[in-house]
């Protein structure tokens, strides 16, 4: 059996990820002391699909985390940014002749870039020999307290994601999922992931295309509205909307490009989004507000990364030269809703 080290367990997303994989792979949970303490009081519950059950696992605080486990993946769940956790992590296996292989599952589009930098100041030219894989996660996911117990929600199925962004890519190699990953491929679907495969040479594109996502929404949460009654008001509709339209753009002139997913055909709805005048959108209103709160499940959206979210989108395009007044607008009022 495969072993997994799941590095942000007490957080939503490592915790789900650690409950879920445990019956596919030997799994170790790591976490910051005092949610370490609150999982080994039993106080965390996970919720899917309405049924409730105690989290159980095997959890480790992070400063007794040795390389002695000596996983085959080490499961980097924590929030952005991510290089201080990937060295403090990787340092322990500077001189290992085997080095696990690196899953990132973060938001935004600076991740996977941060990592192999992260990697190369710890390994350096030997870095090229260490395995990446980018995973983006579907589902959203909530955490909340209720009454002195921590509660994870999501629903099933969990739908993710992935493609092997190595160190560096092979010269000339097929665009292709190679067999190094296969493995983790299986450990997911025997645990009951749907799991989507991207090529190599898609990692980056897989990037832009989950930020397109998570952009939904985030005009209305500046405010501190739901997305339901965000969307429902048409001049917050038509910021959605225009803010999407910026960040198209910002893609395309990086030369990157978006993907299509089973249930999420992000490609197709950038194309149209980007063709069509904003106004004709508001004929569509009420049922794009109806599928695009469906797909959220009342959760709401989190500010916290918004460095990672419009922050990012502004960022990259000062780089290319390309205006993105709209999302700076957000990333603004995110900063004062947050008192930065």
Do not use: C, H
């Not at 942000?8 to 596919?24: H, I, N, P, Q, R």
């Not at 899917?48 to 499961?75: S, W, Y």
């Not at 999407?244 to 194309?271: C, D, H, M």
Request: aromatic share 10%.
């Amino acid at each position: 059996m495969k072993k997994v080290a799941i590095i942000g367990v007490g957080g939503k997303t490592g915790t789900m990820f650690a409950f879920e994989l445990k019956e596919a792979a030997e799994v170790l949970g790591v976490g910051k002391e005092k949610e370490i303490e609150i999982m080994n009081q039993k106080k965390v519950y996970i919720d899917k699909n309405g049924r409730v059950e105690l989290f159980e696992g095997k959890v480790i605080k992070d400063t007794e985390f040795k390389e002695d486990f000596q996983p085959d993946f080490i499961f980097l769940a924590t929030k952005n940014p991510v290089a201080a956790p990937i060295k403090f992590y990787y340092q322990k296996f500077k001189n290992k002749e085997k080095v696990p292989t690196l899953l990132i599952s973060q938001n935004g589009f600076s991740p996977l870039e941060d990592a192999k930098n992260a990697l190369k100041e710890i390994f350096g030219r030997n870095f090229e020999k260490i395995k990446i894989v980018r995973i983006i996660l579907f589902n959203p996911i909530q955490k909340k307290e209720v009454e002195n117990k921590i509660l994870i929600t999501y629903s099933l199925p969990l739908r993710i994601a992935l493609a092997p962004a190595f160190a560096k890519a092979s010269a000339g190699k097929k665009a292709s999922v190679p067999s190094e990953i296969n493995n983790l491929i299986e450990i997911f679907k025997v645990a009951n992931f749907e799991v989507e495969a991207f090529p190599e040479n898609e990692a980056q594109n897989l990037e832009f295309s989950k930020l397109f996502l998570n952009l939904i929404g985030m005009a209305s949460a500046s405010r501190g509205l739901s997305i339901r009654d965000g969307l429902s008001n048409p001049e917050i509709f038509k910021e959605e909307i225009e803010s999407l339209k910026e960040y198209i753009r910002v893609v395309e002139t990086a030369q990157g490009k978006f993907l299509n997913f089973s249930r999420y055909p992000v490609r197709v709805w950038t194309i149209l989004i980007n063709l069509l005048p904003t106004n004709l959108f508001l004929i569509f209103k009420p049922l794009l507000v109806q599928l695009i709160n469906q797909e959220r499940e009342e959760k709401t959206k989190d500010l916290d990364e918004i460095e990672f979210y419009n922050g990012a989108v502004v960022k990259l395009g000062k780089k290319m030269g390309v205006a993105t007044s709209v999302n700076e607008k957000i990333y603004k009022r995110v900063l004062e809703k947050l008192g930065k």
